[in-house]
Antibody, heavy 119, light 112 residues
Framework: EVQLVQSGAEVKKPGESLKISCKDS????????IGWVRQIPGKGLEWMGTIYLAGSDIMYSPSVQGQVTISVDKSVSTAYLHWSSLKASDTAMYFC????????????WGQGTLVTVSS | QSALTQPASVSGSPGQSITISCTGTTSDFSSYNCVSWFQQHPGKAPKLMIYDVSNRPSGISDRFSGSKSGNTASLTISGLQAEDEADYYCNSYTRSTAPHYVFGTGTKVTVL
């Protein structure tokens, strides 16, 4: 059974860097895509990007392209979302979700990581 | 890529049926079956309720059903129950030259 476990809540200042993680604590996700989804407090879900764990394919939403970097460490079945310079507008809950390669839906979700960016 | 359009809110009494619409604007949305629906309770992660337009994952009640006609997908909840009160989001995947996912604007379901 896939079980996605995300890293804990973060409080950062504008301009700081941050990398949050999403690890499968069940079995290997080698045949899965991992997506990152942003939810600003009180707002809807926004797809940010998706990475294929068995390869190097990455898709980014145009709204975040260049603003974040999605990566993966296959050896530990973990995906990452990285900011080099945070902004106050990055304050949100971030969810990771997995999709089996060949499917077009996210069937398992992490618990979410709350990122707060404030001076 | 524009978000899919959903009504902001839908309400119904216990036992009634409600339908949430999800309208897309691209030819991919109307041509392919990559539409899924998620339920989200406050403070919780989204939960997959319907995939590939009309399929239910294991463990999801058959009170939830999905369909699509043209550029509009729909989620119907029959026999509405108090625990169905939540936010619902549709999602589609486009297999174009720039493949991507897009979520709907979200619908708040209230059980009266």
């Amino acid at each position: 059974e896939v079980q996605l476990v995300q890293s804990g809540a973060e409080v950062k200042k504008p301009g700081e860097s941050l990398k949050i993680s999403c690890k499968d604590s069940g079995y290997s996700l080698s045949n899965h895509w991992i997506g990152w989804v942003r939810q600003i407090p009180g707002k809807g879900l926004e797809w940010m990007g998706t990475i294929y764990l068995a390869g190097s394919d990455i898709m980014y939403s145009p709204s975040v392209q260049g603003q974040v970097t999605i990566s993966v460490d296959k050896s530990v079945s973990t995906a990452y979302l990285h900011w080099s310079s945070l902004k106050a507008s990055d304050t949100a809950m971030y969810f990771c979700a997995s999709a089996v390669h060949g499917n077009c839906y996210f069937d398992h979700w992490g618990q979410g990581t709350l990122v707060t960016v404030s001076s | 890529q524009s978000a899919l359009t959903q009504p902001a809110s839908v309400s119904g009494s216990p036992g009634q049926s409600i339908t949430i619409s999800c309208t897309g604007t691209t030819s991919d949305f109307s041509s392919y079956n990559c539409v899924s629906w998620f339920q989200q309770h406050p403070g919780k992660a989204p939960k997959l309720m319907i995939y590939d337009v009309s399929n239910r994952p294991s463990g999801i009640s058959d009170r939830f059903s999905g369909s699509k006609s043209g550029n509009t997908a729909s989620l119907t909840i029959s026999g509405l129950q108090a625990e169905d009160e939540a936010d619902y989001y549709c999602n589609s995947y486009t297999r174009s030259t720039a493949p991507h996912y897009v979520f709907g604007t979200g619908t708040k379901v209230t059980v009266l």
